[in-house]
């Protein structure tokens, strides 16, 4: 069982920085690789970026690859979300979501993480 909080959303220019963070709860999280997904009104849920469990494998969707980096702290239960050069298509609600591997393949399934937070809120105005 694995409990997952973000926090750090707000509202943000464009070209501004936000930085998420998602808290997990027990201590199994190094074993879950995390992935940050968002969801704009009226879209599915996409995949943003990905981390395997030891930190040294990353992933990113084309759209925020070179601005967005994910990192995680396994001594925190924590894993990141930093956000530079933000623009208005970046408006969604950010979801943490967590999968037991070990691996180093990043899935970008929805259907693949059996743990997601509640999401937190991220505008960008123009």
């Known amino acids: 069982q694995v409990q997952l909080v973000e926090s750090g959303g707000g509202l943000v220019q464009a070209g501004g920085s936000l930085r998420l963070s998602c808290a997990a709860s027990?201590?199994?999280?190094?074993?879950?690789?995390m992935s940050w997904f968002r969801q704009a009104p009226g879209k599915d849920r996409e995949f943003v970026g990905g981390i395997s469990l030891s930190g040294l494998v990353t992933s990113y969707a084309d759209s925020v690859r070179g601005r967005f980096t994910i990192s995680r702290d396994n001594a925190k239960n924590t894993v990141y979300l930093q956000m530079n050069s933000l623009k208005p298509e970046d408006t969604a609600v950010y979801y943490c979501?967590?999968?037991?591997?070990?691996?180093?393949?990043?899935?970008?399934?929805?259907?693949?993480?059996?743990?997601w937070g509640q999401g937190t809120q991220v505008t960008i105005s123009s």
């Open positions: 027990g201590r199994t999280f190094s074993s879950c690789a």
């Open positions: 979501a967590a999968r037991y591997y070990s691996g180093s393949y990043l899935s970008r399934l929805r259907y693949e993480y059996g743990y």
